[in-house]
């Protein structure tokens, strides 16, 4: 379904699309140093280096191949439910560079999406039908699937979120120093070489090494500090073998931490604001153009808050050892640190939106099944599965003939 959407989206129609692309295609060509700086310059470079290896091999075979080339665009429709892009018969050509950057993404997300499964796993390892069940939810949501077909660093960050969820599970189960220092310069770097929005699970996972080996008092102050040294040590690396990276981050997180729009604590503005990051999470692609019907919002909003609230009862009516008790304290952790990111980025932009959830859509995922899982009747637990994925493919196919077909589907352009 990915490729679907990567071929039924015309070029460009993506979410900052154009500015991705481009540096993608100068750092290919001319190195960082020569990129210009526009408004996504700031982001980690993590995926604009990883990308410009494709743009480089298509350079050898063709440089055309690789070559921007966008038909005239109508800027003033950002946020309507129409193109933006004025593709036509006489200008049309099949963007292959760009097109393999959408591809690569989609790799990508799947790459997400099997440690998320393989993490799910760990965390029930006797219940696939829970597993199915959580995993079919994220793949088949409206938006991740849109998110992860289009140029961008999204892709990159929600594996980087996956897979500092891993790690944090594969310490609380079993612990080693080596997966312990492991955890812990990958809570530090992944962020700043993908993308911030990352930066929750990371925290989530700092807190939960640092509390069990708080909980270790037994150990001596020579490991004490050698855990130290390697936290700042890391820091430190970084910084010196790329400061742009830390400053870069360093800027963001003030601007996103510590400002706010004056008008941000109206409700006018905060109802807005929840509204988008509601239906960007579950489906609103495009440059915010084209979203999902508003009753498929309103009903897969309740089916995920129904079922967080039944994972809460769920865990605390339950009796669970304590290592279970110790994976449901990361999976909550990572869940609240990632929702109040999203919120408070959406006090200094309206341009806060829910797909930057994804770095933790293995939890959410997770969460909102695992509580309809354990208050379903037995029997009826083995369809949850078949049910999840019956219900995100029939919102894929209202959304496409509702919204995304009638806007964007040109067979003989115009």
Known sequence: MGLSYSLIMPMWEGPDEPAHYQIVRITARKGREA???????????????????AIRFLDKINPKYSDYFSPYTYYRNIGAPIRI??????????????HILRWLNILLGGAALWVNWRTFRLIFPSEPMKILSALSLAAFTPQYLHTMSTIGNDALGTFAGALLFYLGTRVILNRTSFLVLVSFISAIVLP???????????????????????????????????????????????????????????????????????EAFTNDYLNSMLTQVLWSYWGFVGWLA??????????????????????????V??????????????????????ILAVLRNGLTTIYSQGRFLFPAIGVLSLIMVNGWFDYLPQKSKRYLPQIVLILMLSVNLIFWRSGILPVYYQPFLD
Do not use: M
């Open 290 to 315: 084209v979203r999902l019907p508003r009753f498929l919002l309103i009903f897969l909003t309740v089916f995920g808050l129904i079922g967080g609230l039944l994972s809460v009862s769920s865990r």
């Open 85 to 98: 892009f004025d593709w036509e018969d006489d200008n049309y050509r099949f963007l292959i560079g760009p």
């Open 35 to 53: 990129v210009p700086k526009n408004y996504e310059y700031h982001q980690p470079r993590g995926y604009y280096d990883v990308a410009a290896f």
């Open 192 to 262: 700043l070489i993908t993308k911030l929005t990352a930066l929750p699970v990371a925290a989530a996972l700092l807190c939960i090494l640092i509390g069990r080996e708080a909980q270790r008092v037994q150990r001596s102050r020579r490991e004490v500090l050698i855990g130290l040294n390697l936290l700042f040590g890391s820091l430190l690396a970084l910084l010196i073998l790329n400061p742009e990276v830390v400053f870069s981050a360093v800027d963001q997180l003030q601007w996103r931490l510590f400002s706010y729009k004056a």
């Open 317 to 338: 009516t339950k009796k669970t050892i304590k290592t279970q008790n110790s994976l449901w304290v990361y999976l909550w952790l990572i869940a609240l640190f990632a």
